[in-house]
């Protein structure tokens, strides 16, 4: 206890946040009774730790959406000092830092992907990118600003994050989730290297991408030895082909997705030399007569009405292609039913939908294409039952990403590197479960991840070692703090930058009894409300 003769006792105690709320205690008891980490100038003991990282899971690395959560369990502590709780999210990002740079959980991540290396989760994995994630980092214009505006940012073109990674194996794990430069082959590539051991790289015999090209497939053999083809995407031809139809599912939209769909599909009655060997990105077969006369078909929307709905009505969904030109005649069978569907331009593109169809017919298109079919045939039926279509499943992960993002309007580089730790812990623990401990029956995602998270992630023992690691004696040592120190740095070039635009008039805010300023004689953070 403090000696009651000494009235100056500010520096004989600590706030720490607790399991209950933030409390005062003796500095003695820091390291003898009490075991705590420090960060800046806050301390929190392990119950704090605890529910921050399960709040930060189940609330999609979202710092203001976890503040009324902790707030309620201090009130339902009777605690009368949860207003010391930091009211700015500057200071719960090293909070959150720390705590995810703990040993036990990246132990934990480790021990998840060594589970899923035993399983060769990395036979197949699908490759994709977003944009719309990084469009809200500070500091960087838009890719679609001149070249000079560009250059004239704190983060120039070269090394502006544009697109954001996404891998996902072959049971639809979330193996990698990392902000690029750009969507090239050299820049995927590098990263992949760079986060995947040589485990994962050698397990890697297909890769599902939206852009296939002999040079991926070169690079890509260059890290992955056991590499034996890349396929196209089949989703991303219906996708693009409702980008015209402003994001609307129509007829022509749907029957796509049923003959895209055949390009999933395995016979195994058949030879896999049925539909020829695996395509790597070289002498890809020519189309034949008959094919070509197919194609054209696509361009000028011959084929007469009665013949396309004959030929799309005599398609089996369950079934595979067995030749290119099935495929090539159910394409212009489409653009002979829906002409106002595909003559309509594609955003961004700028260009006719017939003709994408048309471009989609290509030799080397097809033999990409084609390799879906292929690789499913060498595969086993257990290998390929949680097989996804392409890259579907990546299309599927970066809407839930845009979700969790959408209330963000503007964050930092390091910002988000510390929400995509999170987001993929979460991905993971959730797949980890439910392939590893399944239910008996099916629950959502958020069901399973509340029981992965209801047991503590730190032990005593594990707490006791980490907060050892900052004795220093009298005072201890403050946590290292890498992203807190680069969102420093960003945010200093942030306001040098826009301290050199012209002035903008300040927007009005509506006064509310939530923000209208407060009138009192009390000391905030030592400071005396100016009257």
Request: proline content about 4%.
């Amino acid at each position: 206890p403090l000696s009651y003769e000494k009235n100056l006792i500010d520096k004989e105690l600590r706030l720490v946040f607790a399991a209950t709320g933030p409390r005062y205690v003796n500095a003695s008891e820091l390291g003898t009774h009490l075991y705590v980490r420090r960060v800046r100038n806050v301390y929190y003991e392990k119950g704090f730790a605890e529910t921050l990282v399960r709040e930060m899971v189940l609330h999609h690395a979202q710092v203001r959406s976890i503040w009324p959560r902790i707030h309620l369990t201090a009130q339902q502590n009777d605690n009368q000092l949860s207003s010391l709780y930091p009211a700015h999210t500057n200071h719960w990002w090293p909070l959150v830092e720390d705590a995810a740079a703990s040993h036990v959980l990246h132990r934990k991540m480790r021990n998840m992907t060594t589970t899923l290396e035993k399983t060769e989760e990395w036979k197949y994995i699908s490759i994709d990118a977003t944009v719309k994630t990084c469009l809200k980092l500070k500091g960087q214009e838009s890719y679609r600003a001149a070249r000079q505006v560009r250059e004239q940012a704190p983060f120039g073109d070269d090394i502006a994050l544009r697109k954001l990674l996404t891998v996902r194996g072959r049971t639809g794990a979330v193996l990698l989730l990392q902000p690029l430069v750009s969507e090239r082959a050299e820049h995927v590539t590098e990263c992949m290297s760079l986060h995947f051991t040589a485990t994962a790289l050698g397990q890697v015999e297909y890769i599902a991408t939206d852009a296939p090209s002999g040079k991926l497939f070169e690079l890509a053999q260059g890290i992955c030895p056991s590499l034996r083809c890349l396929c196209l995407d089949p989703v991303r031809l219906a996708i693009v082909y409702e980008y015209a139809q402003w994001n609307k599912k129509t007829r022509g939209s749907k029957t796509l997705r049923t003959v895209l769909n055949k390009t999933c599909q395995v016979d195994r009655t058949k030879d896999p030399q049925t539909w020829g060997s695996l395509f790597t990105g070289s002498d890809a077969l020519p189309l034949t007569r008959e094919e070509e006369a197919a194609r054209s078909g696509i361009l000028d929307g011959s084929m007469a009405e009665l013949q396309a709905k004959s030929l799309l009505q005599a398609l089996n969904p369950q079934e595979p292609f067995y030749t290119r030109v099935a495929f090539i005649r159910s394409i212009a069978a489409i653009c002979a039913l829906f002409p106002t569907e595909v003559q309509r331009k594609v955003t961004g593109a700028n260009k006719e939908v017939f003709k994408v169809l048309w471009a989609a017919c290509a030799p080397e298109r097809l033999e990409w294409l084609w390799n879906n079919m292929r690789l499913r045939r060498a595969m086993s039926e257990v290998e390929e039952t949680f097989l996804p279509s392409g890259t579907s499943s990546n299309e599927a992960l970066h809407a839930e990403i845009n979700s969790w993002l959408r209330s963000v309007n503007a964050m930092h580089r390091s910002t988000l590197a510390l929400k995509l730790k999170f987001m993929h812990y979460r991905k993971l623990l959730a797949h980890h479960h439910a392939t590893c401990f399944p239910l008996g029956r099916v629950t959502s995602e958020g069901v399973v991840l509340a029981r992965a998270l209801s047991k503590p992630l730190w032990s005593h023992r594990a707490w006791k070692n980490w907060c050892a690691e900052q004795d220093g004696g009298q005072r201890r040592k403050k946590a290292i703090l890498p992203l807190h120190q680069q969102r420093q740095n960003e945010a200093a070039l942030v306001r040098e930058w826009v301290a050199k635009r012209p002035a903008t008039r300040r927007r009005s805010v509506k006064r509310t009894p939530l923000n209208v300023r407060r009138q009192h004689t009390l000391r905030t953070g030592g400071l005396k409300t100016k009257q």
